[in-house]
């Protein structure tokens, strides 16, 4: 049995992955967020490559991610007496995660492209939830 030494795997990662996709450069957009008691959270992503991590703590939290490119991942996580969340994402794969907890929740999910994959989980006395994926 052959075994790929780290060095040889991580050329050969490189390598493959630099193949995919067109000779030109990849471009990443790649965003954390963490909001305590703070404002809402608007952000938009136009890369090829877009991954958006927010985690919000407060009374009333709102967060609201748009991603447009060819790679999506976005990760919400709010605690507060109310939460909100709107995640968009035009691309080939899209991945969206959004947890909540309150008293109040509602989340939107929307995914356009070949593989969306998306879960919402609230916990809260009202809860509300919208998920559309659409493969072209």
Excluded: E, W
Aim: positive net charge.
């Amino acid at each position: 049995m052959r075994r790929f030494s780290g060095v040889a795997f991580g050329a050969f990662l490189t390598l493959y992955c630099a193949g995919i996709g067109s000779a030109g450069a990849q471009t990443a957009d790649i965003k954390t967020i963490v909001s305590v008691g703070g404002p809402p959270v608007v952000l938009n992503q136009n890369s090829q490559l877009n991954m958006a991590g927010v985690f919000m703590i407060g009374g009333s939290t709102s967060a609201t991610v748009t991603q447009n490119g060819t790679n999506n991942a976005t990760g919400i996580l709010q605690f507060g007496g109310t939460t909100t969340s709107l995640v968009g994402q035009t691309g080939s794969n899209n991945l969206a995660f959004v947890g909540q907890a309150g008293q109040s929740a509602s989340s939107v999910l929307s995914q356009l492209g070949a593989m969306n994959a998306g879960a919402i989980a609230q916990f809260g006395m009202i809860n509300s939830s919208t998920v559309v994926q659409h493969s072209p």
